[in-house]
């Protein structure tokens, strides 16, 4: 038992002294901006024209993006123009991993067929990020888009 203590003690530790040097840092690494899923629906506009966010709507040029967080990357059925990087990947789509891909993702995912230059800007990428969560718990949108 203490072992274990040491060894989730020791990183955290690690976390908490870094904070106090380089606050700057600890706050990049634990802080994500509060997205805005009404601003977030236009900064998805770009992606719309590849990605449907209807469950019912298929795959467009790109994979569908209905619930897409909690996903493995890459491994949708019935789309079937992933890449080699994104077929063999084996990560999981968090809001987390989203937002670093978004922020290059060609620089980020070398090989991607993803023709996009993704987000560069943290507040518009977590606005999308708002906007993907927000159209994931619908159950349908029969009621138009959000
Ligand atoms: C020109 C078409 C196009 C545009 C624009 C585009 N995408 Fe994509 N997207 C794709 C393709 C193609 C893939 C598959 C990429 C691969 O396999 O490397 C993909 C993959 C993805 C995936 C991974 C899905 C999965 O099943 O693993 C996510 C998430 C995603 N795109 C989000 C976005 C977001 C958010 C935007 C807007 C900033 C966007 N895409 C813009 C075509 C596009």
Known sequence: ??????????PLLALVCASGHAQQDAATLTEQPEGDAQ???LVF???RS???TDARA??????NLYRIFGKVAGKQAGFDYYSEPLRAAQFVW???VLDAWLAAPMQVLP???MMSPGV????QRADLIAYLQLVSVRETDDAGEP
């Open 58 to 63: 298929g795959h467009g040029n790109g994979p």
């Open 120 to 123: 560069p800007d943290a507040a």
């Open 94 to 96: 968090t809001p987390r």
């Open 1 to 10: 038992m203490k072992r274990i203590l040491a060894v989730l003690v020791g």
């Open 39 to 41: 601003r977030g629906r």
């Open 111 to 113: 090989g991607t067929t």
């Open 45 to 47: 506009g770009p992606c």
């Open 50 to 52: 590849c990605h449907f």
